[in-house]
Structures are given as structure tokens and as C-alpha cells.
């Protein structure tokens, strides 16, 4: 994995065959070696492509902490924007076990990793992900990250996330951003785009479509069985 690391891209081949044989034999000890290639030979994309999806092979716990600390340092340049990409795919693949991590990711203050984080969480569709989403984009102080956020939102294409949409306008949504003097509700416009229809702002409404839709819905929400 190190050989002519200090002359990158020099040795790049023998370094990216080292990382696919780690991967294909699933070796759990090579995880923080192959983490530490991907942050020491950025200017191999080969190399770090092959260390990220031998990290996703070997899998683990380690592996995914891995993955999700390398988003904070992922900005959005034309640089990084294949690399993170893939990133975000692989965090997407490994799925559930990765939500807890890029949950958290969403509550701290580093904008790259809230917008990548949002990113995979729209591909995995994991339902939790929605109120979390929603609240960023009416708290945040960045444009980018309200605009990316709820992008990811609107992307959003499991069913399962339509009552959780419906209790967060209810409940917590605004529809509107004091930092950024933005007043759009993205709840209402994510239930828009997953249902095509359109019943306005009142969650009341959309509950009412929901619960004739599925009749079990009123009655979980009011803890019957």
C-alpha cells in the first residue's frame, strides 16, 4: 500500500493491486491502512477509488466510521466531486448500518459533510433521515447547504417517508428559514414531488389522504394496534 507513496502517482499500480487483494481476501486489519492510503495519495483517483470500495468490501464497523470521517474533509470543488461521489455511493450500499453515523453527521456544523450526508441518506430512503433533513434546511446559515439538503430531500423515493413528512409539518416544520429569510416549505414540497398531489401547507389534509390510503396510519399514530 505504501510503495513510492512519497512519489505519488508514481507506483500507483502496485498500491492499487495491494488494495484490491486486501479487499477480495476481506483482511478486517488492512481497514485503517487503506483509510490512511485514501487520505495520503490524493493525487492517484485510481488508488483511492480501488482503497474506498476495498473498504466496502471488507465491511465492519471500523470501515464505515472510516468512510463517514472522510466527508467533513470533502468539499464541493470540481476536484474532490468524483471522489466524493463514490464515497457517498459506497456509504449508500453499506445502508442501515451506516444512518446512525450520517444522522450525526447531519447535527454537526460541518457543511460538507451535512450535504453529503444528506446525499446518502437519500439514496439509502431511510424514513429517520426526513425530520432530521427538514430542520437543517430551516436552521442552516449557508445557502449551499439548505439548497443541497433539500435537493436531497426532493430525491427522496421510499413511501415510507410520507406520513414521517406529514407528522414533521405538523408537528416541528415551518416552512421557513429566519437565517436566510427563505420561506418555502420543504416538508410540503418533498410530499409534493414523492405523491404528485397537492394538498397545501395543512397536514391535516395530507393526513386525511394518507390514513383513506392506508387505514392502519391514524390509528399507529394514536398508539392502537
Not at 451506516?98 to 450526508?117: C, D, I, K, R, S
Not at 410530499?191 to 404528485?196: D, K, Q, S
Request: glycine share 8%.
Amino acid at each position: 500500500l505504501t510503495f513510492r507513496i512519497d512519489a505519488a502517482p508514481k507506483g500507483a499500480p502496485i498500491r492499487q493491486a495491494a488494495a484490491q487483494a486486501l479487499g477480495e481476501l476481506r483482511v478486517r486489519e488492512a481497514v485503517p491502512h487503506l483509510l490512511g492510503l485514501i487520505r495520503a495519495d490524493a493525487q492517484s483517483p485510481t488508488v483511492r477509488a480501488e482503497a474506498v470500495r476495498a473498504v466496502l468490501r471488507i465491511g465492519g464497523h471500523p470501515g464505515v466510521e472510516g468512510l463517514l470521517g472522510l466527508l467533513p474533509e470533502l468539499d464541493h470543488s470540481r476536484e474532490n466531486a468524483e471522489f466524493r461521489n463514490l464515497v457517498i455511493k459506497a456509504l449508500a450500499r453499506i445502508g442501515a448500518p451506516a444512518v446512525p453515523g450520517l444522522l450525526q453527521l447531519l447535527q454537526e456544523g460541518n457543511e460538507y459533510a451535512q450535504t453529503a450526508a444528506a446525499e446518502a441518506l437519500a439514496r439509502i430512503g431511510d424514513p429517520r433521515a426526513v425530520r432530521h433533513m427538514v430542520l437543517l434546511c430551516e436552521r442552516t446559515t449557508s445557502p449551499d447547504v439548505y439548497h443541497r439538503v433539500s435537493d436531497s430531500l426532493y430525491r427522496f423515493q421510499n413511501p415510507a417517508a410520507v406520513p414521517e413528512l406529514i407528522i414533521t409539518m405538523h408537528e416541528q416544520a415551518t416552512g421557513h428559514n429566519a437565517h436566510l429569510g427563505l420561506a418555502d416549505n420543504v416538508a410540503r414540497a418533498a410530499l409534493e414531488r414523492m405523491t404528485r398531489m397537492a394538498f397545501g401547507d395543512d397536514a391535516r389534509d395530507w393526513a386525511a389522504w394518507w390514513g383513506g390510503r392506508h387505514p392502519n396510519y391514524g390509528r399507529c399514530r394514536r398508539g392502537e394496534r
